[in-house]
């Protein structure tokens, strides 16, 4: 069994910052990558940001240069978001790319999600 479990969201105002950590547990031998998505009313999720084993980072050009992506360590991911905008809000996920044991394939695990909100 995996299990993700995720910290961070809440409410707060523009220009504000809110850090999220997603921290992986369970029979894991091996990590690929690790994300983050979001989900707004009524639209398609989508990825935020991305971090590989070899540390190799993706950003959504709609957070460059306002997100952060970081691994704290081999389990634990962490995104520190600045400069907070309205459409920043949505629900965050965290999303981990992972293998249970050698020579099995990898197997993608979601988070329960953690409403992050910004207020104009």
């Known amino acids: 069994q995996v299990q993700l479990v995720e910290s961070g969201g809440g409410l707060v105002q523009a220009g504000g910052s809110l850090r999220l950590s997603c921290a992986a547990s369970?029979?894991?031998?091996?990590?690929?990558?690790l994300g983050w998505f979001r989900q707004a009313p009524g639209k398609q999720r989508e990825l935020v940001a991305a971090?590989?084993?070899?540390?190799?980072t993706n950003y959504a050009d709609s957070v460059k240069g306002r997100f952060t992506i970081s691994r704290a360590n081999a389990k634990t991911v962490n995104l520190q978001m600045n400069s907070l905008k309205p459409e920043d809000t949505a629900v965050y996920y965290c999303?981990?790319?992972?293998?249970?044991?050698w020579g099995l394939g990898a197997t993608e695990y979601w988070g329960q999600g953690t409403q992050v909100t910004v207020s104009s």
């Open positions: 971090i590989t084993s070899g540390g190799t």
């Open positions: 999303n981990v790319v992972l293998r249970t044991g």
């Open positions: 369970g029979s894991i031998v091996s990590i690929n990558a």
